[in-house]
């Protein structure tokens, strides 16, 4: 029972490199989500898929991009990363249809110096 | 989408007790989630209350939804020490499913 399961759980970067978070879900879920969570806040919404070949923005979408690969895959991409962007980045995935909420990953977390 | 704002921001009792913590939110709604973080984990859904309900149990939680009021309220009872956790409601509308969270409640249970 994997759920949703986020590559990589930890990640050192320099500003300026770029990389791809990545997440799955095995729910057969429809919709997924990426969130940032800063110290004492609560989470952000940066972008997300309602459904497979859509996505669209969420509060803070400003310095990424996603890619919805298929049902199961959405990833988060830094394309030039920045010290602002050091966070806990989580993914998401729920059924709109289902009583069942979101089901999280465990998070990535994130460091750009 | 809309922001649901949690109440009070942190909240401490001891083993045994009850907690209360409130949601105000400002549009309609179709459903109000709540969620759980323990710390350095993602979120956990605890439970979902739709727009015509009033009330649901989930083992020692209980949640209220008041749409006049546009309100929430969780309330766990005899909390326990591994109830530490910061608590966050959710309100839900519209079509894509698409959740915003507020700051949440941090709830320490001492023991």
């Known amino acids: 029972n994997a759920g949703v399961t986020q590559t990589p759980k930890f990640q050192v970067l320099k500003t300026g490199q770029s990389m791809t978070l990545q997440c799955a879900q095995d729910?057969?879920?429809?919709?997924m989500y990426w969130y940032r969570q800063d110290p004492g806040m609560g989470l952000r919404l940066i972008y997300y898929s309602a459904s497979e070949g859509t996505t669209d923005k969420g509060e803070v979408p400003n310095g990424y991009n996603v890619s919805r690969l298929n049902k199961r895959e959405f990833s988060l991409r830094l394309e030039s990363a920045a010290p602002s962007q050091t966070s806990v980045y989580f993914c998401?995935?729920?059924?709109?249809?289902?009583?069942?909420?979101?089901?999280f990953g465990s998070g990535t977390r994130l460091t750009v110096v | 989408s809309q922001q649901g704002e949690e109440d009070p921001q942190a909240l401490s009792i001891q083993e045994g007790e009850n907690a209360t913590m409130n949601c105000s939110y400002k549009t309609s709604i179709n459903n109000l989630q709540w969620y759980r973080q323990n710390s350095g984990r993602g979120l956990v859904h605890l439970i979902l209350i739709r727009s015509n309900e009033r009330e649901k149990h989930s083992g020692r939680l209980r949640v209220t939804l008041d749409t006049s009021k546009k309100s929430s309220s969780l309330l766990i009872t005899a909390s326990r020490a591994a109830d530490t956790a910061s608590y966050f409601c959710?309100?839900?509308?519209?079509?894509?499913?698409?959740?915003?969270f507020g700051q949440g409640t941090t709830l320490q249970v001492k023991p």
């Open positions: 959710a309100p839900g509308s519209g079509n894509t499913g698409k959740l915003i």
């Open positions: 998401a995935s729920s059924d709109q249809q289902g009583p069942y909420g979101y089901t």
């Open positions: 729910m057969n879920h429809n919709s």
